[in-house]
């Protein structure tokens, strides 16, 4: 499907942009040493331990890992939406030169929706389920000072237009759970981008929806942060999706990156044994020869995580002092691909040419232990 | 789909109504003793042709199917004979007892909401935190505590030993305004006498309290669990990251959502404000429906306890129909489901 800007109104809210030109400047987001826990009977849960990740304006990185690695509550800890009892307990959040983490609550609320916005997961209960969606959006709009009353319908129908939803005036009247799953997805997406923010946290925008519609909405994506220059981060544990719309990735296991780099690096050659093991449970469109391997085991407790490398217990290559001594993410020899491409001048080519990895089998090139 | 909604809920009263007129009849006939000589009881020897002419000119002489037609269509049109305590139809004393009722729980119902849902959402922002614990053990309290108990230690407290308020009656006879609607704070409004205001609303306090309390504390306990519940619903955290400051994401988005399952306890709970006051009306004296009830089972005046229970039920559908409209107004998935 083809979303194009169809209304008048909608100008006003693009922005002008030179995406390629931005991609290289300063990250709009970083994340240091981020650390969340979850205080339970059982203890603390460390649902985000220590991590460290950049999104340049007009990026997309994209955050994969399996289910309960953290994704989710690095993703509310950036937003400061930790829901109890859960803390940040350390780190900075660095948006725009500030660390949100440092910020007064007026202030953290002021950045929400207007500068750093948030798709969840399951659109029909990220919507209010007893108001109708035209009153959630302009309820939205009116929140950011965009615009009130005729001007905000106005604007709420220009962001319904844009997010593809046909008669999107008569839309506005709908409640939730009229809509179907792809059309509630685009109405939480026009409401993410209502505020005109920097960066788009989208935790698995697709995940709840048919594959059909997960094509469609990822395009959406793909096409506003084109339009409006969005950083965004992707979080996803579709690999597919990662390859097709993600710049650069980071892979996450048991609350730490293990992986860090551009996309066609971590697809062509991933470098850690847990990247190398998620690719591999990805079936291979028309390769039915191609078998799959799931990764044996599950995730560590996040109670009391395994010593040493916390991949351990699962790797198939782990040596013993894989046991003992924790690995560090470091900084790897850049691929002949990214070689390639540096010499070749495209050194703004996706993701560029860093890349990182927590692994005892590459020591790497030493330093830079984010 | 409003129109359907509301004639499908009107229509699914019907057997309810059915059945309690039925059980209502049944009881009299059931109940030991015949109504004639309940009747006659107080006027001295009659004879035996007198009797037989009673009974058939209240037709207790026909077949019990006869009967039950003949008492359902009078019910129909308010007709419940004659009080058999007080001579008047029974219809006369209750429309005349009906306001004070109506006033007192009211007033309780307005203060038990008044309390119960901003401490139940209090309680849910923060819980097992101190406002939580305090808010479950007076809860606790609310719930476990006879009404009559609580009733006679603030009569003792507060209007024995501290003379603050009056502790039993409607008002204070000489301030009593010209009844309009028989609510004695409506009236004294509408008669702009404040002095009357005054005396009636003091009268109104502590039975009202006394009454509102259990309901109070079940209705907190409610706000409570639903708002738990619903905090922790992505729509809450969406409304937080769209940037909605928490008054609201907590008054209007979290709360519509938690009243929706709280309406129904509301809507039981008011039922039992107006059929539940017999021992509270007693304990204050005050002349209601609750305490005619009471003096009607006690002079086994069977028409107006009658009249008394249809009305209890009666109004106990009225509510659940008018709470499953504000259900419908608060959640357009009930409409739907229920249309
Ligand atoms: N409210 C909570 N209370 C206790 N522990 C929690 C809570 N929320 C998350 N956790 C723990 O934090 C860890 C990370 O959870 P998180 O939701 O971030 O995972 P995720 O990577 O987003 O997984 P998924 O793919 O299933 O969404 C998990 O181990 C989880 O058990
Ligand atoms: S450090 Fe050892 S256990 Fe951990 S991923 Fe590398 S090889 Fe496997
Ligand atoms: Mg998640």
């Known amino acids: 499907m083809s979303v194009d800007v169809r209304h008048e109104a909608l100008q006003t809210v693009t922005k002008p942009l030179q995406v390629e030109e931005r991609r290289q400047g300063a990250p709009i987001l970083a994340v240091k040493k981020l650390r969340t826990c979850f205080d339970t009977y059982r203890g603390q849960v460390r649902a985000v331990d220590g991590i460290s990740l950049s999104v340049r304006p007009g990026e997309t990185v994209a955050l994969v890992g399996e289910s309960g690695c953290g994704k989710s509550a690095a993703a509310l800890s950036i937003m400061r939406l930790v829901p109890p009892p859960g803390r940040i307990t350390g780190g900075q959040v660095i948006f725009d030169g500030q660390d949100l983490l440092a910020l007064s609550r007026a202030e953290m609320r002021r950045i929400r929706g207007r500068r750093i916005a948030m798709v969840f997961q399951d659109p029909l209960t990220a919507l209010n389920p007893t108001l109708r969606v035209g009153a959630q959006l302009v309820e939205t709009l009116a929140t950011q000072g965009a615009a009130r009353g005729r001007a905000a319908r106005q604007r709420a129908v220009a962001l319904l237009d844009a997010v593809g939803i046909p008669a999107a005036a008569e839309r506005m009247r709908a409640y939730p759970h009229e809509l179907s799953g792809g059309m509630r997805q685009r109405v939480v997406i026009a409401m993410a981008i209502a505020g005109q923010p920097d960066l788009v946290i989208a935790d698995e925008p697709t995940t709840a929806l048919d594959v059909t519609l997960q094509a469609q909405i990822m395009e959406l994506l793909a096409k506003l942060k084109e339009e409006r220059g969005l950083a965004i981060l992707l979080i996803t544990h579709d690999l597919g999706i990662v390859a097709n719309f993600a710049d650069r990735a980071a892979v996450m296991y048991a609350g730490q990156i293990v992986a860090e780099g551009p996309v066609a690096d971590l697809v062509r050659e991933p470098l850690h044994p847990y990247a190398r093991g998620l690719l591999r449970c990805v079936p291979r469109l028309g390769r039915p020869d191609v078998p799959i391997h799931p990764i044996h085991g599950s995730v560590p407790d996040m109670v009391a995580p395994p010593a040493g490398c916390r991949f351990a217990p699962r790797c198939p290559e782990a040596m013993p002092q894989c046991r003992q001594e924790m690995p560090v993410l470091k900084r790897q020899p850049p691929t002949a691909r990214t070689i390639r491409q540096n010499s070749e001048g495209e050194s703004l080519a996706r993701g560029g040419t860093v890349r990182r990895v927590r692994c005892h089998l590459h020591p790497g090139e030493g330093g830079n232990g984010r | ?339």
């Open chain 2, 1 to 339: 789909m409003w129109v359907r909604f509301v004639g499908r809920r009107l229509w699914q009263t019907a057997p309810v109504l059915i059945g309690v007129s039925l059980i209502v009849f049944l009881t009299m006939h059931l109940t030991p003793g015949d109504p004639i000589e309940h009747m006659l009881g107080r006027a001295g020897s009659v004879t035996r042709a007198q009797i037989e002419e009673l009974r058939a000119h209240y037709a207790l002489d026909r077949p019990l199917p006869t009967q039950y037609a003949l008492f359902l269509g009078k019910a129909v049109t308010g007709d419940f004979g004659p009080s058999y305590s007080q001579g008047r139809p029974v219809v006369e004393v209750i429309t005349e007892r009906l306001p004070a009722t109506l006033e007192l729980t009211l007033f309780a119902f307005v203060i038990a909401l008044a309390v119960a849902i901003p401490a139940g959402a209090l309680a849910a922002l923060r819980p097992h935190r101190l406002f939580d614990r305090t808010a479950t053990v007076v809860a606790l309290l609310g719930v476990s505590m006879p009404g009559f108990w609580l009733g006679i230690v603030l009569m003792i407290l507060l209007g024995l030993r501290l003379h603050w308020l009056p502790i039993s009656g409607r008002i204070d006879w000489a301030l009593a305004p010209e009844s309009i609607t028989g609510m004695n704070t409506v009236d004294a409004l509408l008669a702009g006498d404040g002095a009357a205001l005054r005396s009636a609303l003091a009268h109104l306090i502590l039975p009202a309290i006394t009454m509102a309390a259990p309901m109070a504390a079940m209705v907190t306990r409610m706000v409570r669990s639903s708002m738990i519940g619903v905090l922790g619903q992505d729509f809450v955290q969406f409304a937080r990251a769209r940037g909605l400051p928490e008054w609201r994401v907590v008054g209007k988005h979290a709360l519509r959502n938690a009243l929706v399952p709280t309406v129904n306890i509301v809507a039981i709970q008011t039922g039992m404000l107006l059929s539940g006051n017999m021992v509270i009306e007693a304990v204050f004296q005050y002349p209601g429906i609750g305490k005619l009830a009471v003096d009607a089972i006690a002079a086994a005046d069977y028409p107006l306890v009658q009249a008394v229970v249809l009305l209890y039920a009666v109004s106990y559908v009225g509510l659940n129909l008018a709470a499953d409209g504000i259900q419908a107004v608060l959640d357009p998935r009930v409409r739907e489901a229920r249309a």
